[in-house]
């Protein structure tokens, strides 16, 4: 498949459970993107990488733990997570995190349900 | 700190009749601005940005840095044009990171 690719589309997740969120890409893009879309808020950034390095954590609790082992691969760990962490996790990349063009490609997404 | 406010959450048209979507953003330099378009069990995707002032599927957005607003427009709205629209700026000095407006759902009846 082209373009930026998340699974699971769906999880459910115990407070206890470790588990974790895959995204790829297949765009030759060096940046990628974790956002958070709850139900009342906005999408809000959670992480961004660049060229595999984490270059923003946006005071994102710790039972989020991003991992980035190559260009085109991007994963979220989770562990212990809340009811309240229920949402829909995004998957984006762009060409650059700061060159390049800034239209962001997205992923179906994941919608994580904890109970 | 930016910011991205859309006020509408909902608007809902006829076909045929003009549609505007309103979006306003909080930054004293110089944004892109975007809006972003999600259609019934598709991904979100770029619908157009400021800088390449062009129309996409009939919509258009001007830029007003004076009142800052990016509002999306389209003279006659289809049926097809019902999905969820985003607002959204990024600093580029800052690195490619979108801030989102909270999104306006369009909903056009026949």
């Known amino acids: 498949e082209t373009g930026v690719t998340q699974t699971p589309r769906h999880l459910v997740m115990g407070m206890t459970n470790k588990k974790s969120l895959k995204c790829e890409q297949h765009l030759g893009h060096n940046a990628m993107y974790w956002y958070k879309q709850s139900a009342k808020k906005p999408l809000e950034l959670m992480f961004v990488?660049?060229?595999?390095?984490?270059?923003e954590n946006n005071s994102v609790p710790s039972r989020f733990s991003p991992e980035c082992p190559n260009s085109s691969h991007l994963f979220l760990h989770l562990h212990t997570l809340q009811p309240e962490d229920s949402a829909l996790y995004l998957c984006?990349?762009?060409?650059?995190?700061?060159?390049?063009?800034?239209?962001?490609?997205f992923g179906q997404g994941t919608r994580l349900t904890v109970v | 700190a930016q910011r991205v406010t859309q006020p509408e959450k909902l608007l809902s048209v006829f076909k045929g009749a003009p549609v505007e979507l309103k979006c306003n953003y909080s930054?004293?330099?110089?944004?892109?601005l975007f809006w972003y378009v999600q259609y019934s069990r598709q991904r979100l995707q770029l619908l157009l940005r400021?800088?390449s002032r062009e129309s996409i599927k009939g919509f258009t957005a001007d830029l007003n840095k004076g009142e800052t607003s990016f509002h999306l427009k389209k003279p006659f709205a289809q049926e097809e044009d019902s999905a969820m629209y985003y607002c959204?700026?990024?600093?580029?000095?800052?690195?490619?990171?979108?801030?989102f407006g909270g999104g306006t759902r369009v909903l056009v009846k026949p």
């Open positions: 990488y660049s060229l595999e390095e984490r270059v």
């Open positions: 930054y004293s330099g110089s944004p892109e």
């Open positions: 400021h800088i």
């Open positions: 984006a990349s762009t060409q650059g995190h700061q060159t390049g063009d800034t239209e962001a490609f």
């Open positions: 959204a700026l990024n600093v580029k000095a800052a690195g490619n990171k979108l801030t």
